[in-house]
């Protein structure tokens, strides 16, 4: 790649996230978006400079006449909440740019639906905080993935953007400037003065624009929205401000109006700068939206365990319906489809829209969710919400009797190798947990007239024989599948969920071998099997909080604290994580902000706390 294509795209580290649960924008530390999908977060980018320096759209802030381009002076999230603040310096003084998405509570808000409405609007204030600032807010849309040029319209008060069916609305504080297909919103500002630019999608340029009240009032709005939100977070452990930040990126990656979880607000954010492990995630997988709902229910955030089960049920999976690995977050998703005209994020090719995975299957997803659906009933008892329990019985016998039909057959595996299927060690595993959970969700429910006991010999069974077939001699350690010598991370994630004792001499050689072979320091890469792409990932993030996990379920409480709070020191400045690690520089890779990661924060604080309330620091 040539260093100039290198030195055109920021670290992802250096991104924030801000959102309303129905889209998400990335803000760098200069004020620029570089990635905003509207109106929901499997849309169409509008604004996406993240994977086309060139072609990807304008939304920045400028500096005026002699006053050079506004310089990153430091950003914080606004206490409890996703409201983004970050200083600029420009040369006549300093000013905090205040960016958000609005979304206000419903009234009243009923048993299920969304908690939050969105606006469609990304509001940004501007605040001279010392001497005196000018410059201009400036826009250019790139539609559809710029795949479609923008027209633009000056009004008096807007300058309004169109193409095909795509619509977005300029205003702010000042008449705009339209200069060729931009907007340029002047403002010239003393020591707390103010200035505001709102994007609007969708609308004609008929409505009438915010005024610096509407601003004033949907700032409070969402600030409230977001700090009465977290003020229901269960935890007040050691390491409450990462789990919350955690906890509040998740809930950014929920799509209010279907219940729908996303694994990750952006595409094609590549796991080898350079490659082509490109993919798009702003999809619901089973996994990752299970597992989110566990950290959800393990914080106390009930509603959105709740809201994701809504979502099965009105996207057509009801009782008795087969689970899939992967679902759109309203409709079925689209065919994997590359964007041949855009660069990629540092020249990492092909741009992809939409994941061909969602072709595979992958049967670890029944223990995923009704391990997740089994934590849920757990905390809640018998007193679910009516459009849960009605449906519980029914769904629980479904599920099961899947996740038997399953025990064996051969199948991708949680990491999607694109090969052949094959018998996966996590995948028996967590059908063994699929089993052991859904007997445990009767048994709280009293549904004695399902088949309990069967569930129960039959998940013995699946344990006895991965138990006895995983295990390579000539590794000493549980390998990735049965007949296999192959190491693989997700072993860890199995011992995590019970399907090993931690105390099995096997898996202290097991974790030996993972730590020898799969690790560099605290990083460690998913496994060591050829998985079909010419150049090698870098160290998936959530393996290392595994570990962490292992060592303190195995007493280990000191070792484990101690990585834990190196892994927390690997998150950017504001507490977010991408999908993986460069094992050389530490640098991130991958989709951005990553749900995985997060939760692991979240499941691992809790973890470690609990560890440590059992044994004490030890070795």
């Known amino acids: 790649m040539a260093p100039a294509t290198r030195g055109r795209y920021r670290p992802i580290s250096d991104y924030g996230i801000i959102g309303d649960t129905h889209s998400t924008a990335l803000i760098a530390p200069d004020g620029s978006v570089d990635w905003l999908c509207w109106p929901r977060h499997d849309s169409p980018a509008l604004f996406l400079r993240i994977l086309d320096d060139g072609r990807g759209g304008l939304c920045t802030v400028e500096g005026g006449a002699g006053q050079g381009e506004p310089r990153p002076a430091g950003r914080r999230y606004l206490p409890g909440t996703n409201i983004l603040e970050t200083h600029l310096a420009m040369a006549g003084g300093e000013a905090t740019l205040t960016d ?10 009923s048993e299920e639906g969304p908690d939050g409405e969105g606006e469609t609007r990304l509001i940004r204030l501007l605040r001279c905080v010392s001497g005196c600032v000018s410059g201009w807010f400036r826009v250019r849309p790139a539609f559809d993935y710029g795949r479609l040029q923008a027209g633009a319209a000056a009004h008096p008060d807007c300058v309004l953007f169109s193409a095909g069916g795509h619509r977005l609305r300029a205003a702010g504080s000042a008449p705009p400037e339209l200069r060729g297909n931009e907007a340029w919103i002047p403002f010239s500002l003393r020591q707390g003065e103010e200035a505001f630019l709102v994007l609007t999608h969708g ?34 452990g050691p390491y409450r401000e990462m789990v919350l930040r955690s906890a509040l990126c998740l809930k950014l990656l929920c799509y209010a109006p279907s219940g729908a979880i996303i694994a990750a607000a952006t595409t094609s954010l590549p796991e080898a700068v350079g490659g082509t492990r490109n993919f798009d995630y702003r999809l619901a997988w089973m996994r990752d939206a299970s597992f989110s709902v566990g950290a959800f229910v393990n914080l106390g955030y009930l509603r959105e365990a709740a809201e994701f089960m809504r979502f099965l049920r009105e996207i057509g999976e009801g009782p008795g319906a087969e689970l899939r690995l992967l679902y759109g977050i309203k409709d079925p998703p689209a065919p994997e489809e590359t964007l041949d005209h855009l660069e990629g994020y540092r020249g990492s090719r092909p741009v992809r829209i939409g994941n061909a995975a969602k072709d595979q299957r992958q049967h670890d997803i029944y223990g995923e969710f009704l391990s997740s659906l089994h934590l849920y009933v757990d905390r809640v008892g018998r007193n679910l919400p009516h459009s849960v329990g009605r449906h519980l019985k029914s769904a629980l016998r479904a599920l099961a009797e899947q996740a038997l039909a399953r025990r064996h057959e051969p199948d991708h595996g949680i990491w999607e190798i694109r090969g052949a299927p094959q018998h996966y060690l996590h995948t028996k595993a967590m059908l063994w947990r699929a089993l052991h959970s859904a007997a445990r969700t009767a048994e709280i429910m009293g549904y004695h007239d399902l088949d309990i006991a069967g569930w129960d010999r039959a998940a013995g069974e699946i344990r006895e024989e991965y138990h006895r077939r995983g295990w390579s001699i000539r590794r000493g350690a549980f390998a990735m599948a049965y007949g296999s010598d192959r190491l693989d991370a997700a072993v860890l994630r199995a011992v995590l969920y019970g399907a090993f004792e931690p105390g099995d001499p096997r898996i202290a050689a097991t974790l030996e071998a993972v730590q020898r072979d799969l690790a560099t320091g605290d990083l460690v890469r998913r496994y060591d099997a050829d998985d079909g792409f010419p150049e090698k990932e870098g160290a998936f993030a959530v393996c290392s909080f595994w570990l962490v996990g292992c060592l303190a379920l195995m007493g280990r409480t000191r070792p484990a604290k101690a990585m834990f709070e190196r892994l927390l020191g690997r998150a950017n400045d504001l507490g977010l994580y991408a999908e993986e690690f460069d094992l050389a520089t530490g640098e991130f890779l991958g989709n951005f902000p ?7 924060v979240i499941n691992h604080a809790l973890r470690l706390d609990g560890s440590i309330a059992r044994f004490g620091l030890r070795d």
Do not use: D, I, K
């Open 594 to 600: 990553q749900g995985f990661t997060q939760m692991a």
């Open 100 to 109: 958000f998405m609005p979304v206000n509570p419903p009234a009243p808000l």
């Open 203 to 236: 609308e004609q340029g008929r409505e009438p624009p915010v005024h610096a009240e509407g601003v004033a009032h949907r700032l409070a709005q969402s600030r409230r929205y977001w700090e009465e939100w977290s003020a229901r977070c269960g935890y007040r």
